[in-house]
């Protein structure tokens, strides 16, 4: 005879390491608005934003989710949450508007209320520089291609350090370089919107010089305890199949993709196949003496955003492309299974592999994971609930990827969700919602969703419920 168990199994949960670092994540162009305020100058996503055809629907990061103005508001809302940290950007226009020169109070002053907020919350804040709001004045003198921009940032890593050292104890340079050289200037989906593969090249070179000076930058101006970090968007990069056309094309993507950062700035060199690959576009000859000593200064951490895996074939791809050199080589194929709103496919085996690939790859280095999340269709029902129950799955299925590369040796420091509020996703507008809390962007309200409740049961408990728990 058999019985039938009326309960599902209960799995027990899986315990994070004590001190584990819980946080949500957001950018300044995302959220915070007030874009003409205090002396605030218009960033390349400002421009673009407002060139027609750039950004789904018209939308602009003018208000956004009205931040500037909310900021208490929203550090309450983590507050509940019970968040240890919360990682936001510094928009570099708000504190030193023309990309040079002095920095203008009432922007550091803005950042100085949030840290005293947050510290006053118990929230550790954890800052990042630059993610993606160049200052419009630096692109028109060059941007990123221009050498100058890298020195430039370094003296706003500098002044910004000096105004929020004494609050501010975790700094992160940049963030995902890779899409501000690439999808800038390359294939242009992003601000500035260039499309030039060579451009991009010098700017991804740039970039990691603006991280190492800023590195130097950075120490100089803080007390020794600081920790200091770099955020990449790594590709968890699989060829299509086993065959040798395949695996050359993943070694492409992953040379342009992951270790074009991370062979400078952790080794303090080029990796020699990419420069072999990108010969038709360039000599490379824009890196020079010293640049790879100053860009491999050795950091604290280093952040990892991930959100879904890189396949790749043998084959070739559309112009432009955010690939230089690789388009005759590489195509990415679309394979089937759940996706997101962005339709971006779902598997959190990409950030196991990821993780434990940088175990092996870089040892004694700590790992951050600084954004994972998902897009959905989410609505407000009738009873002002929002019932997101795929991105619970989503959220679930990658942490619970995050605890077993911890337990298969990985360093995981801690995990911050993309996002903390539905806010302005790029050349997607409003209309991608990547939030743990809904907001009606027409009247700014705020509503946690499932998630919300759902996330920070896990933050409070430092465990990630059994499968039972996690349906309810
Ligand atoms: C990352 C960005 C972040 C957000 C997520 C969805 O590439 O760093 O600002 O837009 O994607």
């Not at 004694?364 to 989410?378: I, R, S």
């Not at 590369?405 to 969700?417: E, M, P, Q, S, W």
Request: proline fraction near 7%; charge should be negative; charged fraction near 25%.
């Amino acid at each position: 005879m058999t019985t039938v168990d009326p309960r599902p199994r209960t799995p027990a949960g899986l315990r994070f390491p004590r001190g584990f670092r819980w946080g949500t994540a957001t950018a300044a162009y995302q959220i915070e608005g007030a874009a003409t305020e205090d002396g605030r100058t218009p960033s390349i996503w400002d421009t673009f934003s407002h060139t027609p055809g750039r950004v789904s629907g018209g939308d602009t990061g003018d208000v956004a989710t009205d931040h500037y103005h909310r900021m208490r508001e929203d550090v309450a809302l983590m507050k509940r949450l019970g968040v240890s940290d919360y990682r936001f950007s510094v928009a570099w226009p708000r504190v030193q508007p023309t990309g040079r020169g002095p920095a203008v109070q009432k922007g550091l002053d803005f950042y100085r209320r949030l840290a005293d907020a947050l510290l006053e919350a118990g929230i550790r804040p954890v800052a990042t520089l630059y993610h993606w709001d160049l200052p419009q004045e630096l692109e028109d003198a060059g941007g990123w291609p221009r050498r100058e921009t890298a020195e430039h940032f370094a003296a706003y890593a500098s002044l910004t350090a000096q105004a929020l050292g004494d609050r501010v104890a975790t700094w992160t340079t940049l963030n995902e370089p890779w899409c501000a050289a690439f999808l800038g200037y390359s294939s242009g989906e992003h601000a500035p919107g260039r499309t030039s593969p060579a451009a991009a090249l010098r700017a991804a070179h740039h970039l990691n010089l603006a991280h190492g000076l800023g590195v130097g930058a950075l120490r100089a101006a803080l007390p020794a305890p600081a920790e200091v970090s770099l955020t990449l968007n790594l590709h968890a990069v699989r060829p299509l199949t086993d065959s040798a056309a395949d695996r050359d094309a993943a070694r492409r993507i992953d040379a342009l993709g992951n270790r074009i950062f991370l062979d400078p700035v952790f080794h303090g060199r080029l990796p020699e196949d990419l420069v072999r690959d990108t010969a038709p576009l360039t000599d490379w000859s824009f890196v020079r003496d010293g640049d790879l000593r100053t860009v491999s200064a050795p950091i604290d951490s280093l952040g990892v955003n991930y959100y879904a895996p890189t396949v790749v074939a043998a084959g070739s791809s559309a112009r432009p492309s955010p690939w230089p050199a690789a388009e005759g080589h590489v195509r990415f194929p679309r394979l089937p299974g759940p996706r997101t709103a962005m339709d971006w496919p779902v598997d959190a085996d990409g950030l196991h592999g990821l993780l434990t690939g940088l175990r092996d790859e870089l040892p004694g280095v700590p790992l951050l994971v600084t954004e994972n999340g998902a897009a959905y269709e989410d609505h407000v029902d009738p009873r002002g609930r929002v019932r997101d129950t795929e991105r619970i799955a989503y959220l679930r299925t990658h942490l619970a990827a995050v605890h077993r590369a911890i337990a298969d040796g990985a360093d995981v420091r801690g995990y911050f969700l993309w996002s903390l509020l539905d806010n302005f996703e790029w050349a997607h507008g409003y209309s991608k919602r990547f939030g743990i809390v809904h907001v009606d962007f027409a009247t700014q309200r705020r509503t946690p969703k499932d998630s919300a409740r759902w996330y920070a049961e896990v933050v409070a408990r430092g465990e990630l419920p059994g499968e039972a728990a996690a349906v309810q």
